[in-house]
């Protein structure tokens, strides 16, 4: 099994994802923000570590990723401002992943988001700014020299989720339950020979297994 770093563990993706890591066998450390998210995330089994993303650097993640895996970034501003948006979700991601390369982890698993996010709606100024960002972290990751996905969830639902989706390189625009984006990533993570893909994920019809087993395989040459 795998140690995996996740950046996001205490929100409403990562927290589902540490269970679901720790269940499968994998050793889990999580960033937490806050003093005291330590002791939930020590309870579900992970080993926790304190750091803000608006303030740690490539140089600080360095020593929190020595020995793992992979990472799994399901961090985000969540509309918090336009200057933590910059910094979360456009610039902390490549700090992650200069570190990644410098400590020699080899896998990145990204949450960013569904590029038809907003079309037919009035856009907002904070809202393309946000679309940028994760954009200019997507670019970094595919020239980052790692083994990667990307997984692009459509609008993010506060719910579980029946265990059937759509995912697929390209999907009309939906909905999608926090818990199958979960579900999705640990399903990918257990999977590594699926790598240097780009994935779009909504709610659908088709069991989880089944459409993470359909995915195409990376050969390494």
Known sequence: MARIFIIGATGGVGHRLVPLLIEAG?????????????DSLRAMGATPVQGDLMELTAGDFEPMFEGHDAV?????????????????DGEAPLDVIAAMNRM???????????????RGKEIKPGFEHYMLAKKTADAAVVASGLDYVILRPGTLLHEEGDGRVALAHALDYGSVARGHVAA?????????????????LTDG??????SVAALPRHVAV
């Not at 019809?205 to 089944?210: G, R, Y």
Request: hydrophobic share 45%.
């Open 26 to 38: 994998h050793e889990v450390t999580a960033l937490h923000r806050k003093s005291e998210q330590a």
């Open 104 to 118: 020699s982890v080899p896998r990145l698993y990204l949450v960013s988001a569904f590029p038809d996010a907003g």
């Open 184 to 200: 999705v990533l640990a399903a990918l993570i257990d999977t590594p020979e699926i790598s240097h893909e780009i994935l779009e």
């Open 72 to 88: 799994v970034f399901s961090a985000g501003a969540a509309g918090s401002g336009l200057e933590r948006t910059t910094r979360i």
């Open 205 to 210: 019809t088709e069991e989880i297994a089944a």
